[in-house]
């Protein structure tokens, strides 16, 4: 009988211990995270005094730097921050005219970059092409993953020049150069950056802001929602792959903020919406059937409660997921005027 005592209290000992050990890990990969967010923060404000706005969300390329349909190309704003990010050379080979699957950018976007992982989520992970390959009826490089997001604001639609309600901007959208005096909500007061953890079970697809269920749209695509630091569009034409592929160098508060009900994205919410490369819906998002709205995921990770987000003066906060909606959507906006609630 004694045995049988000192064996159970020996188990929970070890219980307690695995936990304690456990949680110690998680603070470790959290404060890692948020040093990586951090890194990401002084990038984007050496940037800002180089050229006097932050980069483009989603920069399109082409020989006169703009394309009209934005499913042809285009590449991430972490690109422009390469150089500040000790990429330098990196930066220098990307052709911002050629797109992700050619080169020289195909021999560069299977470069995973430490600092776009989170460790709590992973510290590696590629985005698998292969099941693109017989739709594309070429060779297509593998993509290396992000789990960061560039803040777009709380209306998802994506347009050449935008067209978004101002209020509901964010700090990066399609060919964007927002400056800090553009913040007049306060720097301190609104998202630059927000985690996407990608590749992960806890996080699948869904095809549309109403589903309930995961999808993925060809044979052999993961069903797990993920995006590049690259940020080429897959969904495209020209690899004969229309349709939702994967998540966004971008991330949002809602679907279609600024209109008379706004479709709100939550925080960690279970499905991600894949981003819809060009649905020419207007440019704004006021519809509200399927087919009438583009889309792009919200921001998710893996850490108990919340996410890290980077704020437009260089800080880095964890907020909790259970943020007022109206509060979550005010701080992802750089000039809507709200004055944010408790967070």
């Known amino acids: 009988m004694d045995l049988l005592i000192v064996i159970a209290v020996v188990g929970i000992l070890i219980a307690l211990l695995l936990s304690a050990l456990q949680r110690a890990h998680e603070a470790a990969n959290r404060t890692s995270c948020t040093n990586n967010l951090r890194q990401l923060g002084f990038a984007l404000l050496e940037y800002h005094d180089a050229q006097g706005c932050f980069p483009p969300g989603l920069a399109l390329g082409g020989d006169n730097g703009l394309l009209t349909d934005i499913s042809t190309n ?23 005219n050629a797109t992700w699957y050619e080169p020289p950018n195909s021999a560069l976007v299977p470069l995973e970059i430490k600092t776009f992982y989170c460790p709590s989520n992973r510290l590696d992970g590629v985005i698998d092409t292969s099941f693109m390959v017989p739709l594309a009826g070429r060779p297509l490089p593998k993509v290396a993953a992000s789990d960061y997001l560039l ?18 901007r964010g700090a990066f959208d399609v060919n964007s150069a927002t400056r800090l ?3 007049t909500d306060g720097t301190s007061n609104t998202f630059a950056m927000g985690e996407g953890a990608g590749g992960n079970p806890l996080y699948g697809i869904r095809r549309y802001y109403s589903d309930t269920t995961p999808a993925s749209l060809f044979p052999d695509q993961s069903s797990h929602i993920d995006q590049s630091w690259c940020g080429g569009p897959m969904a495209t034409q020209a690899l004969n792959t229309l349709g939702l592929l994967g998540g966004s160098c971008l991330g949002v508060t809602a679907e279609r903020g600024g209109q008379a009900e706004p479709f709100d994205e939550p925080m960690n919410y279970p499905l991600g919406l894949a981003a819809l490369a060009y649905n020419n819906a207007g440019c704004t998002n006021s519809g509200t059937a399927p087919g009438t709205f583009d889309t792009v995921s919200g921001f998710r990770s893996v850490h108990p409660g919340g996410c890290n987000f980077l704020f437009c003066d260089g800080s880095v906060h964890f907020l909790v997921q259970s943020v007022a909606p109206d509060t979550y959507r005010a701080l992802s906006t750089i000039a809507g005027g709200e004055i944010p609630g408790d967070w």
């Open 74 to 96: 285009g590449y991430s704003g972490f690109i422009p921050l390469l150089t500040y990010l000790d990429q330098g050379s990196v930066a220098s080979q990307f052709d911002p």
């Open 151 to 168: 803040c777009k604001g709380s209306n998802a639609s994506l347009c050449e020049v935008t067209q978004v309600p101002p209020a509901t």
């Open 181 to 183: 005096a553009d913040i």
